[in-house]
């Protein structure tokens, strides 16, 4: 059971990022999932989910509006489209599933 | 929402010694199913997140038996019965009962006195 994610990287204030989770180990398509970020030198939060099938979608007051959450079941990927950056979205970002070792993260580094 | 607050915020133990890590929820984190989505993680330095503890009691699979959760309602507590050198990192508490959002405590930093 894997998941590694990848994306992440440096944007100015209002820019885009899409990060990716790609899951290999485990049958993907019957995990719901989440995103959770870390700033630095911070907590947990979660930021959005996703249900096994894509239908049910809910995200954190934080992002909502901004960010999307989306998954492609065929290519055992998940994904998190990032819109109107601001510097308070600079974290790790992680991909979750109930029970799944949490990956290594991606660096998202909003900044001017 | 919820909020979970943990205490203390930081913990400095002596190295074969228990520790006990406080977790309370701003409401009953029993679900209308019956189950209380409770969990805890650990987060050693440097590295990411690892459930040890899921639905207040079970631990995850690899998860040594000197991690205990315990609790109920409001209150839950995960126990190291002899802390280990590898023990030392940030633990947290996290709710799925009443969500979205899930919601996690602020972390309780366990270290080596």
């Known amino acids: 059971e894997q998941l590694v994610e990848s994306g992440g990287g440096l944007v100015q204030p209002g820019g885009s990022l899409r990060l990716s989770c790609a899951a290999s180990?485990?049958?993907?398509?019957?995990?719901?999932m989440n995103w959770v970020r870390q700033a630095p030198g911070k907590g947990l939060e979660w930021l959005s989910y996703i249900s096994s099938s894509g239908s049910t979608i809910y995200y954190a007051d934080s992002v909502k509006g901004r960010f999307t959450i989306s998954r492609d079941n065929a290519k055992n990927s998940l994904y998190l489209q990032m819109n109107s950056l601001r510097v308070e979205d600079t974290a790790i970002y992680y991909c979750?599933?109930?029970?799944?070792?949490w990956g290594q993260g991606t660096l998202v580094t909003v900044s001017s | 929402d919820v909020v979970m607050t943990q205490s203390p915020l930081s913990l400095p133990v002596t190295l074969g010694q228990p520790a006990s890590l406080s977790c309370r929820s701003s409401?009953?984190?029993?679900?209308?199913?019956?189950?209380?989505?409770l969990n805890w993680f650990q987060q050693r330095p440097g590295r990411s997140p690892r459930r040890l503890i899921y639905q207040v009691s079970n631990r995850d699979s690899g998860v040594p038996d000197r991690f205990s959760g315990s609790g109920s309602g409001t209150d839950f507590t995960l126990k190291i019965s002899r802390v280990e050198a590898e023990d030392v990192g940030v633990y947290y508490c996290m709710q799925a009962t009443h969500w979205p959002p899930i919601t996690f405590g602020q972390g309780t930093r366990l270290e080596i006195k």
């Open positions: 409401q009953s984190l029993v679900h209308s199913d019956g189950n209380t989505y």
């Open positions: 180990g485990f049958a993907f398509s019957s995990y719901d």
């Open positions: 979750s599933g109930p029970g799944l070792p």
